[in-house]
C-alpha cells in the first residue's frame, strides 16, 4: 500500500536515512524500533509526505506519494505526529473534527460529526469531548490526536495509510494496548498501518513484522520472533537482554538485563554507597 524504496536522507553533512527500502501491505501492522536518532521518525515522516528524501522514492496505492495532492493524499493517509501543539482553546470534539477537513467538499456535516465521535469513542475519549484541549493531560492529548487521525481515514476501506510516532509514548498501560489494538483492528480491515514504537514488547505483540534501525539504516526486517534476539538487541540497542516465549501469547518476550557498557560513573557501586569526594 505504501513502499519506500532505497530512501536516503541527508540532513547537512549527515545521512539520516541511509539507501532504505521498505513496505507496509494493506492489512498489516508494522513497527519500528531502534535506538534514539536511527532514522524511525525520519522515516516516517518520509512516508507520509512531510519531508522528501534526498534520494529515492515513496508510492502509496502504486502511485508517487509527490504526484497525489495533499487534499486526496489525506483522504487516505493519515498521520499521528510525536509532537501535536496546539494552544487555540478548541475542545476535544473540535480537535478530532478537524480530521474531516480533507472530506469537506462532501459537506456531510452530520456524517463527520457522527464518525467524530465514533474515533472518540474507540480512543476512550468521548467523555473529553467539552474540554478545552490545552487543559488536557499529556496521555489524553495525545488520546485525542489518535481520534482525529481515525477520523481522517475511518472510511475508505483497504485504501487506507495509518503512520503513528510514538503513539503510547505518553499513555498508561491499560491505554497504550487499546491504542495498539485499535490499529490492529484496522489492519484487519484492509488499512496499512506503520507506527514507531520504544517498547519492544508492544512492538512483538502487536506487529506483524518489525523494522530494526540502526544509524539511518534498515538492520533488520521481519517477523518478531525473528527479528528480536538476544545478539541483535546487544548490537543494536547495546543491552543484554534474554528473548523467550511469551507464556500467554504467541509472540517473543524480550527481559533487558541492562546495558552492555555502561556510560555511568557511579554504576558499579552498590546502592546507597556514597559518591566519592571530588
Known amino acids: 500500500m505504501i513502499t519506500a524504496r532505497n530512501v536516503t536522507r541527508h ?7 541511509d539507501d ?11 513497527a519500528l524500533v531502534g535506538p534514539n536518532g536511527a532514522g524511525k521518525s525520519t522515516l516516517l515522516k518520509v512516508l507520509s509526505g512531510e519531508i522528501t528524501p534526498t534520494s529515492g522514492e515513496v508510492t502509496m496505492a502504486g502511485k508517487l ?6 487534499r486526496e493524499r489525506a483522504k487516505m493517509r493519515a498521520v499521528l505526529p510525536q509532537d501535536a501543539a496546539l494552544a487555540f482553546p478548541l475542545s476535544a470534539y473540535d480537535v478530532v473534527l478537524l480530521g474531516r477537513l480533507p472530506h469537506e467538499e462532501r459537506r456531510e456535516p452530520s456524517r463527520d460529526r457522527a464518525i467524530a465521535r465514533l474515533s472518540m469513542s474507540a480512543t476512550d475519549t468521548l467523555e473529553l469531548a467539552d474540554r ?3 487543559t488536557l493531560s499529556g496521555g489524553e492529548r495525545q488520546r485525542v490526536q489518535t481520534s482525529r487521525a481515525l477520523a481522517q481515514i475511518w472510511e ?7 503512520l503513528l510516532d510514538e503513539p503510547t509514548s505518553s499513555l498508561d498501560l491499560a491505554h497504550q494496548h487499546a491504542t495498539l489494538r485499535c490499529a490492529r483492528r484496522l489492519a484487519s480491515e484492509g488499512c496499512a498501518v506503520a507506527c514507531v514504537l520504544h517498547d ?11 523494522g530494526v534501525l540502526h544509524r539511518g539504516k534498515l538492520k533488520a526486517l521481519g517477523a518478531p520472533a525473528d527479528i528480536l534476539t538476544a545478539e541483535l538487541l ?9 528473548v523467550v516465549t ?5 509472540c517473543p518476550l524480550v527481559v533487558t538485563l541492562g546495558p552492555t557498557t555502561s556510560e555511568c560513573s557511579d554504576a558499579s557501586r552498590g546502592v546507597g554507597e556514597p559518591l566519592a569526594a571530588p
Open 11 to 17: 540532513v547537512g553533512g549527515a545521512k539520516t536515512l
Open 20 to 30: 532504505v527500502s521498505i513496505e507496509v501491505p494493506a492489512g498489516s501492522v508494522l
Open 65 to 70: 506519494l509527490s504526484s497525489w495532492s495533499p
Open 132 to 134: 478545552s484541549y490545552p
Open 156 to 162: 475508505g476501506g483497504e485504501r487506507r495509510v495509518l
Open 200 to 210: 519492544l514488547n508492544l512492538a512483538a505483540q502487536y506487529a506483524d513484522r518489525i
Open 234 to 242: 546487544e548490537e543494536v540497542f547495546d543491552v543484554r537482554a534474554a
Open 246 to 250: 511469551h507464556p500467554e501469547l504467541s
